[in-house]
């Protein structure tokens, strides 16, 4: 089976700072794999690099497709989704209208629905027609995937879905991002939180200094304190 993301050789810089120095990494159709590594390692960047909305250098295929250097919003329309950190939503529009903003083909149905959604979130449907600037942060996160589910990806890169939520909305969230891959979502979730990424990655990848230090299963990354220790803790 042909991996859905092969990463080669990718470098990125920021002006002068050389980031991502010869990232590998590579996903399979379905599967979950997650990123770990302290702040400023460049997992952010990566994800980035994968969208276009930093310069790559090195080789992105998608589906066996080059897409390195492709603008942000055909990368996208190729069926790669992305929920950056900042959680993007539109404050002034409700809830629903969010959701349909997400819709890529209105001709098409995906395989996700509005009311699938909201079905799936309950906090959102109850707020379905309220902006969602009054939404709390864990809503607007989960807001955020699901507009992003609503272009329906084949995958999805989350970038540090549960930061500065409460231990029971961090709960929650991990609960959904197992709900998408069971739909067969591909997903690359970027995590600090070891116990939502362990519980639901098939793959770990550990990046320090903007290169990948270790890869492996949960299991064998439980086995490894000295990558905890040397690439994890701070």
């Not at 903003?101 to 109850?126: C, H, V, Y």
Request: aromatic content about 6%; proline content about 5%.
């Amino acid at each position: 089976m042909e991996p859905m993301l092969e990463v080669r050789d990718l470098n990125a810089f920021y002006g002068k700072s050389h980031v991502l120095r010869g990232v590998n990494m590579e996903i399979m159709p379905g599967e979950v794999i997650a990123l770990l590594g302290r702040n400023g390692v460049g997992r952010s960047t990566t994800a980035k690099a994968i969208m276009g909305e930093v310069a790559p250098r090195g080789s992105i295929k998608f589906k066996g497709q080059e897409i390195a250097g492709l603008e942000s919003y055909r990368i996208a329309h190729l069926g790669l989704g992305y929920v950056p950190e900042n959680r993007d939503i539109f404050p002034t529009m409700t809830v629903r209208q969010n959701l349909v903003l997400g819709i890529k083909d209105m001709k098409t149905p995906g395989r996700w629905s509005i009311e699938q959604m909201l079905e799936m979130f309950p906090n959102l449907k109850a707020r379905a027609d309220n902006p969602a600037g009054v939404l709390s942060g864990g809503e607007k996160q989960m807001l955020t995937m699901c507009r992003t589910l609503m272009g329906d990806p084949d995958l999805i890169i989350i970038d540090e879905p549960t930061e500065g939520l409460a231990p029971k909305i961090v709960h929650q969230v991990g609960d959904t991002i197992a709900e998408i891959a069971k739909a067969g979502v591909a997903i690359l979730l970027v995590e600090q939180k070891l116990s939502i990424a362990l519980r639901i990655a098939a793959r770990v990848y550990v990046m320090g200094h903007g290169e990948m230090v270790w890869s492996g299963t949960p299991d064998e990354f439980r086995e490894r304190e000295d990558v905890r220790r040397e690439w994890l803790e701070v």
